[in-house]
Protein backbone atom coordinates (compact mmCIF):
# COMPACT_ATOMS: atom_id res chain seq x y z
CA UNK A 1 0.00 0.00 0.00
CA UNK A 2 1.50 3.32 -0.82
CA UNK A 3 0.95 6.84 0.71
CA UNK A 4 -1.15 7.72 -0.93
CA UNK A 5 -3.42 5.10 -0.06
CA UNK A 6 -2.84 4.99 3.12
CA UNK A 7 -3.86 8.75 3.31
CA UNK A 8 -7.06 8.05 1.59
CA UNK A 9 -7.33 5.19 4.36
CA UNK A 10 -7.00 7.59 6.98
CA UNK A 11 -9.60 10.32 5.47
CA UNK A 12 -12.33 7.85 5.84
CA UNK A 13 -11.37 6.57 9.00
CA UNK A 14 -11.58 10.46 10.18
CA UNK A 15 -14.81 10.95 8.44
CA UNK A 16 -16.35 7.63 10.15
CA UNK A 17 -15.61 9.03 13.53
CA UNK A 18 -16.95 12.61 13.40
CA UNK A 19 -19.95 10.91 11.77
CA UNK A 20 -20.39 9.21 14.93
CA UNK A 21 -22.91 10.67 17.96
CA UNK A 22 -22.06 11.05 21.21
CA UNK A 23 -22.55 13.72 23.55
CA UNK A 24 -19.27 15.47 22.54
CA UNK A 25 -20.11 14.93 18.72
CA UNK A 26 -23.23 16.98 19.50
CA UNK A 27 -22.03 19.89 21.32
CA UNK A 28 -21.92 23.05 19.26
CA UNK A 29 -18.33 22.83 17.12
CA UNK A 30 -17.33 26.21 18.10
CA UNK A 31 -17.18 25.12 21.96
CA UNK A 32 -15.39 22.58 21.08
CA UNK A 33 -12.75 24.38 18.78
CA UNK A 34 -12.23 27.19 21.39
CA UNK A 35 -11.51 24.78 24.03
CA UNK A 36 -9.18 22.60 21.36
CA UNK A 37 -7.27 25.76 21.38
CA UNK A 38 -7.65 26.88 25.24
CA UNK A 39 -6.30 23.04 26.15
CA UNK A 40 -3.59 23.35 23.88
CA UNK A 41 -2.34 27.27 24.95
CA UNK A 42 -2.49 26.29 28.59
CA UNK A 43 -0.69 22.66 27.88
CA UNK A 44 2.27 24.16 25.90
CA UNK A 45 2.63 27.01 28.54
CA UNK A 46 3.45 24.95 31.29
CA UNK A 47 7.36 25.03 32.34
CA UNK A 48 9.75 22.57 31.08
CA UNK A 49 10.46 21.29 34.51
CA UNK A 50 7.09 21.24 35.46
CA UNK A 51 6.45 17.97 35.11
CA UNK A 52 4.12 16.66 37.95
CA UNK A 53 1.42 20.24 37.32
CA UNK A 54 1.56 19.07 34.02
CA UNK A 55 0.44 15.05 34.13
CA UNK A 56 -3.20 16.51 35.14
CA UNK A 57 -3.75 18.10 31.65
CA UNK A 58 -4.43 14.10 30.75
CA UNK A 59 -7.67 14.20 31.68
CA UNK A 60 -9.67 16.61 29.23
CA UNK A 61 -8.74 13.85 26.55
CA UNK A 62 -8.96 10.99 28.92
CA UNK A 63 -12.83 12.10 29.60
CA UNK A 64 -12.99 13.24 26.25
CA UNK A 65 -12.56 9.88 24.17
CA UNK A 66 -14.42 8.04 27.04
CA UNK A 67 -17.61 10.56 26.42
CA UNK A 68 -17.42 10.58 22.66
CA UNK A 69 -16.73 6.75 22.39
CA UNK A 70 -14.08 7.20 20.29
CA UNK A 71 -11.08 4.27 21.34
CA UNK A 72 -8.15 6.74 22.72
CA UNK A 73 -5.48 3.85 20.49
CA UNK A 74 -6.89 5.39 17.58
CA UNK A 75 -5.04 8.77 18.02
CA UNK A 76 -1.67 7.02 18.93
CA UNK A 77 -1.38 5.81 14.99
CA UNK A 78 -0.42 9.91 14.14
CA UNK A 79 1.73 9.91 16.66
CA UNK A 80 4.08 8.44 14.52
CA UNK A 81 4.76 11.96 12.65
CA UNK A 82 4.49 13.99 15.96
CA UNK A 83 6.49 12.16 18.03
CA UNK A 84 10.26 11.97 15.85
CA UNK A 85 10.36 15.88 15.57
CA UNK A 86 9.66 16.21 19.17
CA UNK A 87 11.81 13.76 20.42
CA UNK A 88 14.69 15.15 17.87
CA UNK A 89 14.74 18.40 19.62
CA UNK A 90 14.30 17.30 23.26
CA UNK A 91 16.89 14.18 22.80
CA UNK A 92 19.47 16.74 23.41
CA UNK A 93 18.11 18.02 26.47
CA UNK A 94 19.72 15.41 28.85
CA UNK A 95 23.35 15.87 27.41
CA UNK A 96 23.21 19.61 27.79
CA UNK A 97 20.94 20.23 31.46
CA UNK A 98 22.84 18.08 33.55
CA UNK A 99 21.77 19.55 36.97
CA UNK A 100 20.32 17.31 39.43
CA UNK A 101 16.58 18.51 40.37
CA UNK A 102 15.67 15.30 42.56
CA UNK A 103 16.60 11.89 43.28
CA UNK A 104 14.49 8.70 43.90
CA UNK A 105 16.25 6.72 46.06
CA UNK A 106 19.69 6.42 45.05
CA UNK A 107 19.01 7.38 41.42
CA UNK A 108 19.23 10.93 40.54
CA UNK A 109 17.64 12.54 37.88
CA UNK A 110 18.70 15.57 35.95
CA UNK A 111 16.82 18.51 34.33
CA UNK A 112 17.00 17.80 30.61
CA UNK A 113 15.97 14.33 31.74
CA UNK A 114 12.70 16.38 33.38
CA UNK A 115 12.49 18.80 30.58
CA UNK A 116 12.56 15.90 27.62
CA UNK A 117 9.83 13.96 28.97
CA UNK A 118 7.74 17.13 29.68
CA UNK A 119 8.78 18.07 25.73
CA UNK A 120 6.82 14.55 25.16
CA UNK A 121 4.32 14.83 27.23
CA UNK A 122 3.17 18.09 25.95
CA UNK A 123 3.25 16.72 22.72
CA UNK A 124 1.32 13.96 23.13
CA UNK A 125 -1.19 15.80 24.73
CA UNK A 126 -1.52 18.20 22.29
CA UNK A 127 -1.97 15.35 19.74
CA UNK A 128 -4.68 14.20 21.65
CA UNK A 129 -6.68 16.93 22.23
CA UNK A 130 -6.88 18.44 18.46
CA UNK A 131 -7.79 14.86 17.29
CA UNK A 132 -10.34 14.66 19.62
CA UNK A 133 -11.95 17.76 18.10
CA UNK A 134 -11.30 16.64 14.12
CA UNK A 135 -12.76 13.24 15.35
CA UNK A 136 -15.88 14.62 16.68
CA UNK A 137 -16.57 17.62 14.14
CA UNK A 138 -16.81 17.21 10.25
CA UNK A 139 -15.20 19.46 8.13
CA UNK A 140 -17.98 21.48 7.27
CA UNK A 141 -18.83 22.23 11.04
CA UNK A 142 -14.76 23.18 11.31
CA UNK A 143 -15.21 25.80 8.73
CA UNK A 144 -18.72 27.25 10.12
CA UNK A 145 -16.85 27.64 13.71
CA UNK A 146 -14.26 29.33 12.07
CA UNK A 147 -16.95 31.53 10.00
CA UNK A 148 -18.36 32.81 13.18
CA UNK A 149 -14.99 33.19 14.86
CA UNK A 150 -15.00 35.73 11.32
CA UNK A 151 -12.41 33.78 9.84
CA UNK A 152 -12.43 35.57 5.55
CA UNK A 153 -15.32 33.24 3.80
CA UNK A 154 -12.49 32.90 1.40
CA UNK A 155 -10.01 30.81 3.24
CA UNK A 156 -13.29 28.63 4.71
CA UNK A 157 -14.58 28.03 1.05
CA UNK A 158 -10.81 27.09 -0.16
CA UNK A 159 -10.57 24.90 2.35
CA UNK A 160 -14.20 23.05 1.99
CA UNK A 161 -13.32 23.00 -1.73
CA UNK A 162 -9.99 21.80 -1.15
CA UNK A 163 -10.66 19.39 1.23
CA UNK A 164 -12.98 17.62 -1.11
CA UNK A 165 -10.54 17.44 -3.76
CA UNK A 166 -8.04 15.84 -1.74
CA UNK A 167 -9.63 12.75 -1.80
CA UNK A 168 -10.15 12.71 -5.37
CA UNK A 169 -6.55 13.90 -6.41
CA UNK A 170 -5.37 11.31 -4.07
CA UNK A 171 -7.18 8.84 -5.73
CA UNK A 172 -5.39 9.85 -9.18
CA UNK A 173 -2.05 10.25 -7.99
CA UNK A 174 -2.66 6.78 -6.13
CA UNK A 175 -3.61 5.39 -9.45
CA UNK A 176 -1.06 7.18 -11.26
CA UNK A 177 1.75 5.80 -9.08
CA UNK A 178 0.67 2.24 -9.35
CA UNK A 179 0.47 1.93 -12.95
CA UNK A 180 3.66 3.48 -13.13
CA UNK A 181 4.99 0.83 -10.70
CA UNK A 182 3.64 -1.73 -12.90
CA UNK A 183 5.42 -0.71 -15.61
CA UNK A 184 8.58 0.03 -14.18
CA UNK A 185 9.03 -2.67 -11.79
CA UNK A 186 11.76 -2.99 -9.21
CA UNK A 187 12.12 1.02 -9.21
CA UNK A 188 11.85 3.17 -5.68
CA UNK A 189 10.27 5.94 -7.09
CA UNK A 190 9.71 8.35 -10.27
CA UNK A 191 12.47 8.30 -12.77
CA UNK A 192 14.40 11.39 -13.71
CA UNK A 193 13.52 11.09 -16.99
CA UNK A 194 9.27 11.23 -15.90
CA UNK A 195 9.91 13.72 -13.28
CA UNK A 196 8.13 16.62 -14.95
CA UNK A 197 5.52 14.70 -16.98
CA UNK A 198 4.20 12.60 -14.41
CA UNK A 199 2.48 15.55 -12.10
CA UNK A 200 2.97 17.90 -15.22
CA UNK A 201 0.15 16.18 -17.06
CA UNK A 202 -1.93 16.10 -13.88
CA UNK A 203 -1.69 19.82 -13.69
CA UNK A 204 -3.13 19.95 -16.90
CA UNK A 205 -5.83 18.14 -16.25
CA UNK A 206 -6.90 19.53 -13.18
CA UNK A 207 -6.90 22.79 -14.10
CA UNK A 208 -9.42 21.97 -16.98
CA UNK A 209 -11.22 20.07 -14.36
CA UNK A 210 -11.26 22.65 -12.47
CA UNK A 211 -12.46 24.89 -15.08
CA UNK A 212 -15.46 22.60 -15.33
CA UNK A 213 -15.64 22.31 -11.58
CA UNK A 214 -16.69 26.38 -11.89
CA UNK A 215 -19.32 26.24 -14.74
CA UNK A 216 -21.10 23.58 -12.70
CA UNK A 217 -20.97 25.33 -9.45
CA UNK A 218 -22.35 28.42 -11.78
CA UNK A 219 -24.98 26.55 -13.23
CA UNK A 220 -25.79 25.25 -9.58
CA UNK A 221 -26.27 28.82 -8.45
CA UNK A 222 -22.77 29.40 -6.49
CA UNK A 223 -21.97 32.91 -6.32
CA UNK A 224 -18.86 32.92 -4.26
CA UNK A 225 -20.75 31.56 -0.65
CA UNK A 226 -21.31 27.77 0.73
CA UNK A 227 -24.39 27.87 2.82
CA UNK A 228 -23.71 25.95 6.03
CA UNK A 229 -27.34 24.50 6.52
CA UNK A 230 -28.62 22.86 9.91
CA UNK A 231 -25.55 23.86 11.71
CA UNK A 232 -25.28 23.01 15.36
CA UNK A 233 -26.23 25.86 17.39
CA UNK A 234 -24.55 27.08 21.08
CA UNK A 235 -26.75 25.69 23.30
CA UNK A 236 -26.91 25.98 27.29
CA UNK A 237 -24.99 22.33 27.01
CA UNK A 238 -22.33 23.73 24.83
CA UNK A 239 -21.72 26.75 26.56
CA UNK A 240 -21.72 24.68 29.97
CA UNK A 241 -19.17 22.63 28.19
CA UNK A 242 -16.80 25.43 26.99
CA UNK A 243 -17.24 27.73 30.15
CA UNK A 244 -16.35 24.65 32.66
CA UNK A 245 -13.62 23.41 30.51
CA UNK A 246 -11.98 26.65 30.31
CA UNK A 247 -12.20 27.59 34.25
CA UNK A 248 -10.54 24.08 34.65
CA UNK A 249 -7.94 24.54 32.67
CA UNK A 250 -6.91 27.54 34.49
CA UNK A 251 -7.39 25.99 37.39
CA UNK A 252 -4.80 23.25 36.73
CA UNK A 253 -2.41 25.40 35.49
CA UNK A 254 -2.31 28.32 38.34
CA UNK A 255 -2.42 25.23 41.13
CA UNK A 256 -0.26 22.54 40.89
CA UNK A 257 -2.80 20.32 41.61
CA UNK A 258 -1.61 16.88 41.70
CA UNK A 259 1.06 18.43 44.17
CA UNK A 260 -1.44 19.68 46.54
CA UNK A 261 -3.72 16.24 46.35
CA UNK A 262 -0.39 14.52 46.70
CA UNK A 263 0.54 16.58 50.14
CA UNK A 264 -3.07 15.38 51.63
CA UNK A 265 -1.45 11.81 51.52
CA UNK A 266 2.43 12.48 52.80
CA UNK B 1 9.18 20.79 8.61
CA UNK B 2 6.12 20.95 10.14
CA UNK B 3 6.46 22.14 14.01
CA UNK B 4 4.36 20.52 16.92
CA UNK B 5 2.97 22.30 19.35
CA UNK B 6 5.10 21.30 21.90
CA UNK B 7 8.23 22.54 20.41
CA UNK B 8 6.56 26.36 20.45
CA UNK B 9 5.74 28.49 23.59
CA UNK B 10 2.50 30.17 23.37
CA UNK B 11 4.06 33.17 22.88
CA UNK B 12 5.73 32.78 19.79
CA UNK B 13 3.00 30.60 18.32
CA UNK B 14 0.61 33.58 18.78
CA UNK B 15 3.28 36.17 17.55
CA UNK B 16 3.79 33.70 14.11
CA UNK B 17 -0.23 33.48 14.23
CA UNK B 18 -0.29 37.58 13.91
CA UNK B 19 2.35 37.32 11.26
CA UNK B 20 0.56 35.09 9.11
CA UNK B 21 -2.68 36.17 9.44
CA UNK B 22 -1.45 39.67 8.48
CA UNK B 23 0.32 38.21 5.32
CA UNK B 24 -3.05 36.17 4.78
CA UNK B 25 -5.54 39.65 4.89
CA UNK B 26 -2.70 41.47 2.97
CA UNK B 27 -3.27 38.53 0.50
CA UNK B 28 -6.68 38.69 0.37
CA UNK B 29 -6.78 42.17 0.07
CA UNK B 30 -4.37 42.36 -3.02
CA UNK B 31 -6.19 39.13 -4.48
CA UNK B 32 -9.40 41.55 -4.20
CA UNK B 33 -7.37 44.13 -6.20
CA UNK B 34 -6.48 41.93 -8.79
CA UNK B 35 -9.69 41.07 -9.64
CA UNK B 36 -10.69 44.54 -9.42
CA UNK B 37 -8.15 45.35 -12.25
CA UNK B 38 -7.80 41.96 -13.98
CA UNK B 39 -11.67 41.88 -14.09
CA UNK B 40 -10.93 38.34 -13.03
CA UNK B 41 -13.77 37.23 -10.84
CA UNK B 42 -12.43 35.74 -7.47
CA UNK B 43 -15.20 32.84 -7.57
CA UNK B 44 -13.98 32.10 -10.98
CA UNK B 45 -10.16 31.16 -9.16
CA UNK B 46 -11.36 29.71 -6.15
CA UNK B 47 -11.88 26.11 -7.94
CA UNK B 48 -8.91 26.45 -9.50
CA UNK B 49 -7.27 27.01 -6.30
CA UNK B 50 -8.78 24.57 -4.36
CA UNK B 51 -7.77 21.81 -7.37
CA UNK B 52 -4.11 22.92 -7.18
CA UNK B 53 -4.21 23.14 -3.62
CA UNK B 54 -5.31 19.32 -3.84
CA UNK B 55 -3.03 18.43 -6.17
CA UNK B 56 -0.02 19.73 -4.33
CA UNK B 57 -1.02 17.71 -1.02
CA UNK B 58 -1.55 14.52 -3.53
CA UNK B 59 1.56 15.15 -4.95
CA UNK B 60 3.61 15.61 -2.26
CA UNK B 61 3.40 12.22 -1.26
CA UNK B 62 4.93 11.16 -4.47
CA UNK B 63 8.37 9.88 -4.36
CA UNK B 64 10.81 11.02 -7.10
CA UNK B 65 14.40 8.97 -7.38
CA UNK B 66 17.06 10.73 -7.05
CA UNK B 67 19.73 9.78 -9.64
CA UNK B 68 22.87 8.27 -8.47
CA UNK B 69 21.44 7.77 -4.65
CA UNK B 70 19.25 5.31 -3.12
CA UNK B 71 17.10 8.22 -1.64
CA UNK B 72 13.61 9.84 -2.95
CA UNK B 73 13.12 13.37 -3.27
CA UNK B 74 9.39 15.58 -2.78
CA UNK B 75 7.83 18.54 -4.48
CA UNK B 76 8.16 21.86 -3.38
CA UNK B 77 4.60 23.10 -2.94
CA UNK B 78 5.22 27.35 -2.13
CA UNK B 79 7.59 27.62 -5.48
CA UNK B 80 5.12 25.16 -7.36
CA UNK B 81 1.74 26.99 -6.22
CA UNK B 82 3.07 30.50 -6.78
CA UNK B 83 4.25 30.00 -10.46
CA UNK B 84 0.86 28.64 -11.50
CA UNK B 85 -1.66 30.49 -9.46
CA UNK B 86 0.37 33.74 -8.30
CA UNK B 87 2.09 34.78 -4.32
CA UNK B 88 -1.70 35.70 -2.94
CA UNK B 89 -3.54 33.23 -4.13
CA UNK B 90 -0.39 30.75 -3.50
CA UNK B 91 -0.12 31.42 0.11
CA UNK B 92 -3.81 31.34 0.68
CA UNK B 93 -3.50 28.09 -0.63
CA UNK B 94 -0.55 26.84 0.75
CA UNK B 95 -2.15 28.00 4.56
CA UNK B 96 -5.11 25.59 3.54
CA UNK B 97 -3.05 22.83 2.59
CA UNK B 98 -1.35 23.37 5.80
CA UNK B 99 -4.30 23.53 7.78
CA UNK B 100 -5.97 19.98 6.71
CA UNK B 101 -2.34 18.61 6.83
CA UNK B 102 -2.28 19.81 10.61
CA UNK B 103 -6.29 18.58 11.75
CA UNK B 104 -6.38 15.80 9.71
CA UNK B 105 -2.82 13.78 9.39
CA UNK B 106 -1.45 15.38 12.52
CA UNK B 107 1.43 16.59 10.77
CA UNK B 108 2.33 20.23 12.16
CA UNK B 109 0.12 21.26 15.69
CA UNK B 110 -3.05 23.80 15.39
CA UNK B 111 -1.00 26.19 17.66
CA UNK B 112 1.96 25.72 15.87
CA UNK B 113 -0.04 26.73 12.24
CA UNK B 114 0.85 29.90 12.37
CA UNK B 115 4.49 29.38 12.87
CA UNK B 116 4.29 26.58 9.96
CA UNK B 117 2.53 28.44 7.78
CA UNK B 118 5.01 31.61 7.82
CA UNK B 119 8.26 29.21 7.79
CA UNK B 120 6.78 27.38 4.60
CA UNK B 121 4.52 29.28 2.67
CA UNK B 122 5.43 32.61 3.56
CA UNK B 123 8.92 32.29 2.58
CA UNK B 124 8.30 29.83 -0.72
CA UNK B 125 4.98 32.31 -1.62
CA UNK B 126 6.53 35.99 -1.14
CA UNK B 127 10.10 36.16 -0.77
CA UNK B 128 10.52 33.08 -3.25
CA UNK B 129 8.05 34.81 -6.38
CA UNK B 130 9.25 38.64 -5.45
CA UNK B 131 12.83 37.77 -4.87
CA UNK B 132 13.47 35.08 -7.10
CA UNK B 133 10.58 34.29 -9.37
CA UNK B 134 9.27 37.64 -10.88
CA UNK B 135 13.13 38.94 -11.25
CA UNK B 136 14.24 36.34 -12.91
CA UNK B 137 11.02 35.66 -15.44
CA UNK B 138 10.67 39.91 -16.03
CA UNK B 139 14.69 39.82 -16.78
CA UNK B 140 16.65 39.42 -19.37
CA UNK B 141 18.64 36.72 -18.38
CA UNK B 142 19.89 34.07 -20.93
CA UNK B 143 18.33 36.18 -23.55
CA UNK B 144 19.81 36.52 -26.90
CA UNK B 145 21.85 39.48 -27.70
CA UNK B 146 21.47 42.66 -28.86
CA UNK B 147 18.31 43.41 -26.88
CA UNK B 148 15.42 41.50 -29.74
CA UNK B 149 12.50 41.96 -28.00
CA UNK B 150 11.73 38.00 -28.92
CA UNK B 151 13.12 35.12 -26.20
CA UNK B 152 13.68 31.97 -26.81
CA UNK B 153 11.97 29.20 -25.56
CA UNK B 154 15.09 27.57 -23.77
CA UNK B 155 15.90 30.99 -22.46
CA UNK B 156 12.68 30.80 -20.87
CA UNK B 157 13.64 27.31 -20.13
CA UNK B 158 16.52 28.46 -18.01
CA UNK B 159 14.84 30.80 -16.40
CA UNK B 160 12.54 28.53 -14.62
CA UNK B 161 14.50 26.25 -13.63
CA UNK B 162 16.81 29.04 -12.17
CA UNK B 163 14.08 30.64 -10.48
CA UNK B 164 13.00 27.26 -8.71
CA UNK B 165 15.96 25.76 -7.49
CA UNK B 166 17.37 29.32 -6.31
CA UNK B 167 13.53 29.72 -5.02
CA UNK B 168 12.93 26.44 -3.61
CA UNK B 169 16.85 26.62 -2.03
CA UNK B 170 16.27 30.19 -0.75
CA UNK B 171 12.86 29.33 0.45
CA UNK B 172 13.86 26.32 3.03
CA UNK B 173 16.66 27.98 3.70
CA UNK B 174 14.98 30.87 5.88
CA UNK B 175 12.29 28.05 6.64
CA UNK B 176 14.76 26.22 8.31
CA UNK B 177 16.56 29.01 10.17
CA UNK B 178 12.62 29.83 11.34
CA UNK B 179 12.12 26.86 12.77
CA UNK B 180 15.87 27.34 14.78
CA UNK B 181 14.37 30.83 15.88
CA UNK B 182 11.35 29.74 17.01
CA UNK B 183 12.23 26.58 18.95
CA UNK B 184 15.61 28.22 20.69
CA UNK B 185 13.31 31.58 21.41
CA UNK B 186 10.69 29.05 22.88
CA UNK B 187 13.48 27.94 24.89
CA UNK B 188 12.16 24.41 23.87
CA UNK B 189 15.85 22.67 23.59
CA UNK B 190 19.23 22.35 24.67
CA UNK B 191 20.93 22.37 22.04
CA UNK B 192 23.04 25.36 21.58
CA UNK B 193 21.66 27.58 18.93
CA UNK B 194 24.63 27.35 16.67
CA UNK B 195 25.01 23.84 17.03
CA UNK B 196 21.38 23.41 16.36
CA UNK B 197 21.37 25.93 12.99
CA UNK B 198 24.32 23.82 11.91
CA UNK B 199 22.34 20.85 12.05
CA UNK B 200 19.41 22.19 10.05
CA UNK B 201 21.03 24.58 7.17
CA UNK B 202 22.80 22.28 5.21
CA UNK B 203 20.62 19.57 5.31
CA UNK B 204 18.00 21.96 4.04
CA UNK B 205 20.29 23.00 1.63
CA UNK B 206 20.20 19.43 -0.01
CA UNK B 207 16.87 19.17 0.17
CA UNK B 208 16.21 22.39 -1.31
CA UNK B 209 18.47 21.74 -4.34
CA UNK B 210 15.92 18.15 -4.78
CA UNK B 211 12.82 19.82 -4.49
CA UNK B 212 14.00 22.94 -6.84
CA UNK B 213 14.94 20.65 -9.35
CA UNK B 214 11.63 18.25 -9.54
CA UNK B 215 9.76 21.54 -9.04
CA UNK B 216 11.80 23.22 -12.17
CA UNK B 217 10.57 19.64 -14.19
CA UNK B 218 7.31 20.12 -13.07
CA UNK B 219 7.20 23.39 -13.96
CA UNK B 220 8.76 23.40 -17.67
CA UNK B 221 6.81 20.40 -18.95
CA UNK B 222 3.85 22.88 -18.02
CA UNK B 223 5.32 25.51 -19.99
CA UNK B 224 5.78 23.36 -22.48
CA UNK B 225 3.02 22.07 -22.87
CA UNK B 226 0.40 25.35 -22.13
CA UNK B 227 2.59 28.11 -21.22
CA UNK B 228 0.04 30.40 -20.39
CA UNK B 229 -0.76 28.88 -17.36
CA UNK B 230 2.13 30.09 -15.73
CA UNK B 231 2.86 33.46 -13.79
CA UNK B 232 5.14 35.81 -15.74
CA UNK B 233 6.09 34.17 -18.90
CA UNK B 234 6.10 35.59 -21.81
CA UNK B 235 4.50 33.57 -24.65
CA UNK B 236 4.16 35.94 -27.15
CA UNK B 237 6.93 35.35 -30.00
CA UNK B 238 8.68 32.32 -28.14
CA UNK B 239 11.41 30.40 -30.93
CA UNK B 240 13.01 27.38 -30.25
CA UNK B 241 16.47 28.25 -29.38
CA UNK B 242 19.29 25.83 -29.33
CA UNK B 243 19.46 24.83 -26.17
CA UNK B 244 17.69 21.37 -25.33
CA UNK B 245 16.07 20.88 -21.92
CA UNK B 246 18.51 18.42 -21.21
CA UNK B 247 21.35 20.42 -21.44
CA UNK B 248 19.81 22.93 -19.77
CA UNK B 249 19.52 20.86 -16.43
CA UNK B 250 22.67 19.19 -16.73
CA UNK B 251 24.02 22.96 -16.75
CA UNK B 252 21.99 24.81 -14.39
CA UNK B 253 22.29 21.26 -11.58
CA UNK B 254 26.16 21.81 -11.73
CA UNK B 255 26.73 25.64 -11.25
CA UNK B 256 23.79 25.03 -8.25
CA UNK B 257 25.81 21.73 -7.13
CA UNK B 258 28.63 23.96 -7.08
CA UNK B 259 27.53 27.20 -5.58
CA UNK B 260 25.46 25.42 -3.00
CA UNK B 261 28.08 22.82 -2.03
CA UNK B 262 30.29 25.83 -1.48
CA UNK B 263 27.72 27.67 0.74
CA UNK B 264 27.64 24.52 2.65
CA UNK B 265 30.89 23.94 3.71
CA UNK B 266 31.51 27.43 4.68
CA UNK B 267 28.20 27.09 7.00
CA UNK B 268 28.95 23.69 8.60
CA UNK B 269 32.82 24.42 9.06
CA UNK B 270 32.78 27.67 10.38
CA UNK B 271 29.28 28.15 12.45
CA UNK B 272 31.24 30.81 14.60
CA UNK B 273 30.67 33.15 11.84
CA UNK B 274 26.80 32.42 11.50
CA UNK B 275 26.63 32.58 15.84
CA UNK B 276 28.60 35.79 15.57
CA UNK B 277 26.45 37.61 13.03
CA UNK B 278 23.20 36.40 14.92
CA UNK B 279 24.76 37.42 18.79
CA UNK B 280 26.33 40.41 17.50
CA UNK B 281 29.46 39.31 20.12
CA UNK B 282 31.01 35.53 19.73
CA UNK B 283 33.43 36.58 22.45
CA UNK B 284 30.88 36.41 25.14
CA UNK B 285 29.69 32.56 24.14
CA UNK B 286 26.55 31.95 23.06
CA UNK B 287 25.83 29.48 25.73
CA UNK B 288 24.96 32.40 28.77
CA UNK B 289 22.46 33.95 26.61
CA UNK B 290 21.36 30.70 25.28
CA UNK B 291 17.68 30.11 24.53
CA UNK B 292 16.06 32.19 26.93
CA UNK B 293 16.94 35.99 26.40
CA UNK B 294 15.35 37.11 23.57
CA UNK B 295 17.09 40.72 23.65
CA UNK B 296 20.30 38.70 23.55
CA UNK B 297 19.21 37.63 20.07
CA UNK B 298 18.89 41.44 18.70
CA UNK B 299 16.52 40.69 16.51
CA UNK B 300 13.94 43.67 17.07
CA UNK B 301 11.90 45.10 14.68
CA UNK B 302 8.68 47.60 15.12
CA UNK B 303 6.16 44.73 13.96
CA UNK B 304 7.35 42.02 16.23
CA UNK B 305 7.82 44.38 19.17
CA UNK B 306 4.13 45.46 18.63
CA UNK B 307 3.36 41.87 18.40
CA UNK B 308 5.18 41.01 21.40
CA UNK B 309 3.02 43.73 23.58
CA UNK B 310 0.19 42.52 22.12
CA UNK B 311 0.66 38.94 23.37
CA UNK B 312 1.78 40.33 26.86
CA UNK B 313 -1.82 42.35 27.33
CA UNK B 314 -3.86 39.28 25.37
CA UNK B 315 -1.75 36.34 27.35
CA UNK B 316 -4.13 35.59 30.54
CA UNK B 317 -1.27 32.93 31.92
CA UNK B 318 2.12 34.89 31.50
CA UNK B 319 4.43 32.13 32.72
CA UNK B 320 6.15 31.06 29.64
CA UNK B 321 8.57 30.97 27.03
CA UNK B 322 11.62 33.55 28.44
CA UNK B 323 10.84 33.26 31.77
CA UNK B 324 14.15 32.37 33.78
CA UNK B 325 12.43 29.02 34.79
CA UNK B 326 15.81 27.37 33.87
CA UNK B 327 17.40 28.51 37.82
CA UNK B 328 14.17 27.63 39.01
CA UNK B 329 14.42 24.05 40.11
CA UNK B 330 11.59 21.43 39.30
CA UNK B 331 10.03 21.93 43.11
CA UNK B 332 8.69 18.40 42.80
CA UNK B 333 8.08 17.13 46.36
CA UNK B 334 7.00 13.59 47.71
CA UNK B 335 3.53 15.14 47.77
CA UNK B 336 3.82 16.11 43.50
CA UNK B 337 4.95 12.77 42.81
CA UNK B 338 2.48 10.63 44.96
CA UNK B 339 -0.41 13.33 43.37
CA UNK B 340 0.98 12.67 40.00
CA UNK B 341 0.29 8.79 41.05
CA UNK B 342 -2.65 9.53 42.13
CA UNK B 343 -3.89 11.37 38.42
CA UNK B 344 -2.29 8.43 36.71
CA UNK B 345 -4.51 6.19 38.25
CA UNK B 346 -7.32 7.86 37.87
CA UNK B 347 -6.88 8.19 34.45
CA UNK B 348 -6.50 4.86 34.19
CA UNK B 349 -9.22 3.55 35.81
CA UNK B 350 -11.43 6.42 33.27
CA UNK B 351 -10.41 4.43 30.75
CA UNK B 352 -11.45 1.34 31.98
CA UNK B 353 -14.77 2.27 33.46
CA UNK B 354 -15.43 4.02 29.69
CA UNK B 355 -14.43 1.10 27.95
CA UNK B 356 -16.86 -1.34 30.23
CA UNK B 357 -19.39 0.63 29.56
CA UNK B 358 -18.96 0.82 26.17
CA UNK B 359 -18.79 -2.86 25.71
CA UNK B 360 -21.88 -3.28 27.80
CA UNK B 361 -23.32 -0.68 25.45
CA UNK B 362 -21.98 -2.22 22.52
CA UNK B 363 -23.40 -5.93 23.70
CA UNK B 364 -26.82 -4.46 24.46
Redesign the interface.
Known amino acids: MNKTEKALREIQAMGELAAMDSPIHRLAPLAKLLVTVAYIFVTVSFSKYDMTGLLIMILYPVAGYQLSLIPVYTCFYKLRIVLPLVCAVGIFNPFFDRGIVMTLGTVSISGGVISMLTLLMKGVFCLMASFLLVATTSIEEICHALRQLHVPKILTSLLLLTWRYVSLLLEQVSIMTQSYHLRAPGQKGIHVSAWGSFLGQLILRSMDRAAALYESMELRGFHGDFYYAGQKKMTAASWLYMVVWIGLFILMRAYNLPQILGSLFV | M?????????AV?ATMYVASGSA??VS?VN?RKEEATLKED???K??????????V???Q???????GT?S?GH?CGGMMLTG?LGPYAGF??M???L??Q??????G???ALGANVWNMAFYGCFVGYFLIYRPIMQGKLFSAKGGSASVTKSAMRMRIVLASVLGCVLTLQLGALSVVLE?SLS??????FGGFLVLMQPIHLAIGLIEG??TA??????YE??PQ?LRDVDTAGAVEGKCSLKTTFVILALVVAVIGGGVSLLASGNPDGLEWSLFGNAEEGYSENMGLDEEAYGISSNLADSAASIQEKMA??P??AF?K??E?????????????????A??IL??F??GYF?KRKLAS
Not at chain 2, 61 to 67: A, D, E, G, K, L
Not at chain 2, 102 to 107: E, N, V
Open positions: HMADALLAPAAGILLKVLPAMAVMSALFAGMVNYTIPGSLVLSIVIAICLFFADGLMTGITELPLIAVLVFVARLFLDYSDANPMGTTVSGLVGSGIVAFATCIGR
